[in-house]
């Protein structure tokens, strides 16, 4: 069974600034993806940036970088330049090997972008 | 634009009472999925479907049933039988390839009166 862990029930960061959200995840597959969404205090779930397992470079999406370090089992989200519209709830979730592809999702991280 | 509408935003249920929420996508994914997100937390999942007429209980499936007659819609019933059925509901899509990104819907929030 696959477990996603994020340590951080919320973060503040003055705008302008990078933070680093933090996820770390469980599993016994060598392969697997790692996504990392946001979801605004109105609700949807907004796709932000992909990481697959055997990926050999962080990726990048504009102002979203993904630190990925496989054998810590960690896969820290970074905003770089915050923005008051950065302000919502970050989730990080894993999909694992298969036809299911099915995502389990951690408990989020709630950032407030500071003015 | 193509993507996932759910119906309604906002549902009451009366107890006893079973009642259905809606989903369509016009993304011609395979796969449609159903979560249930409680105030402060992550999302569960209910059931997903990777196919017409086919579909798969998640971790949290009791109290609930889906359909899967089209592609493009994969309603959710929430029963009588499913004693806390307050929460925020998503669902979601997404296509076949591993590094697929799902796709959601704007959700519907259910509550008790």
């Known amino acids: 069974a696959q477990k996603i862990t994020q340590t951080q029930p919320g973060m503040f960061v003055q705008e302008k600034e990078a933070v680093t959200l933090d996820c770390t995840y469980d599993t016994s597959d060598q392969s697997y993806g790692l996504f990392w969404y946001k979801q605004p205090s109105s609700g949807e779930m907004i796709f932000l940036i992909y990481?697959?397992?055997?990926?050999?470079q962080n990726a990048t999406e504009g102002r979203y970088s993904l630190n990925f370090q496989k054998a810590r089992k960690s896969a820290n989200l970074v905003i770089s330049a915050s923005q008051l519209g950065d302000s919502a709830m970050y989730f990080c979730?894993?999909?694992?090997?298969?036809?299911?592809?099915?995502?389990?999702f951690g408990s989020g991280t709630q950032l407030t972008v500071l003015p | 634009d193509g993507g996932i509408t759910q119906s309604p935003k906002y549902l009451f249920r009366k107890e006893g009472q079973n009642v259905t929420l809606s989903c369509e996508q016009n993304?011609?994914?395979?796969?449609m999925y159903w979560y249930r997100q409680d105030p402060g937390q992550g999302l569960r999942l209910i059931y997903y479907?990777?196919?017409?007429?086919?579909?798969q209980k998640g971790d949290i499936a009791e109290g609930y049933s889906v359909s899967r007659e089209k592609k493009e819609s994969f309603p959710l019933t929430v029963t009588s039988a499913q004693k806390n059925p307050t929460a925020f509901y998503l669902c979601?899509?997404?296509?076949?390839?591993?590094?697929?990104?799902?796709?959601f819907g704007d959700g519907t929030r259910l509550s008790i009166l």
């Open positions: 979730a894993m999909r694992p090997p298969g036809s299911a592809r099915q995502l389990t």
């Open positions: 993304l011609n994914h395979d796969a």
């Open positions: 979601a899509s997404s296509d076949s390839g591993s590094n697929q990104p799902q796709h």
């Open positions: 990481q697959g397992s055997y990926d050999e």
């Open positions: 479907s990777q196919i017409v007429n086919d579909f």
